[in-house]
């Protein structure tokens, strides 16, 4: 069984673009474990460990270790999302995210994820078009309450301005600093007047005129 697992988890985690660290944060095993798997570490993995697994992956557990096998209709890289198990995000505006989260009773507009983020997540959409990599109208998903780590893309505030921008936080000898998604900037220095609001956790790319539905 094992040597069979070991395929299958390397084959979908390849198809899926995720490493054990991401694959860990999204159904909550210990990339530990999920190395010890894909390395045939693991002779005889608990159920408590295939199972999440194979829900993620839309499989049996038999499909998942190798006993049965995939089904003819499998298309590769795409799985199942249970429409009863979507979270949903505010949609908010950049102003707004300086001092969120809000403890009004304002109904706003959701973005749907199969995620789970925390209470305090909100989404953003991208109102410029010189970002790059990334266009107008792309939806970001952003967590508050995360660490942040090298190389991530945050949402980031500095005193004075009147709206936050995106940019990604680079470490090199325990200094941050902030390097924006245009060349027209420089890198910064992180300071006392810069306050992060968030991490992005996840975007949505619109590859078709409005392709996402708002919830009220």
Known sequence: MSENLKTNL?????EAHLNAEELSRRIG???STIKKIRNNDDPNPTLSTLTPLAKYFSLTISQLVGDEPFSESRISGSY???????NHVPLISWEEAINWPFKDNKVRP?????????????ALIVDEDDWES??????????????????????????????PTLKQVLFDEGQMY???????????????????????????KQLRKNPLELID
């Open 29 to 31: 095993l210990p990339a």
């Open 134 to 163: 990334l266009s107008k109208d792309t939806v970001l998903l952003v967590d508050p309450k995360l660490q942040v780590e090298h190389r991530d893309f945050i949402i980031a505030h500095r005193s004075g301005q009147k709206t």
């Open 178 to 204: 902030l390097k924006p998604v245009t060349q027209k900037y420089n890198i910064a220095i992180f300071t006392s007047e810069h306050k992060i609001l968030g991490v992005i956790v996840e975007y949505k």
């Open 80 to 86: 199942n999302i249970n429409l009863h198990t979507l």
């Open 110 to 122: 959701t973005i749907t994820t199969e995620y789970e983020y925390s209470k305090d997540a909100y």
């Open 10 to 14: 390397n084959l979908l985690m390849k």
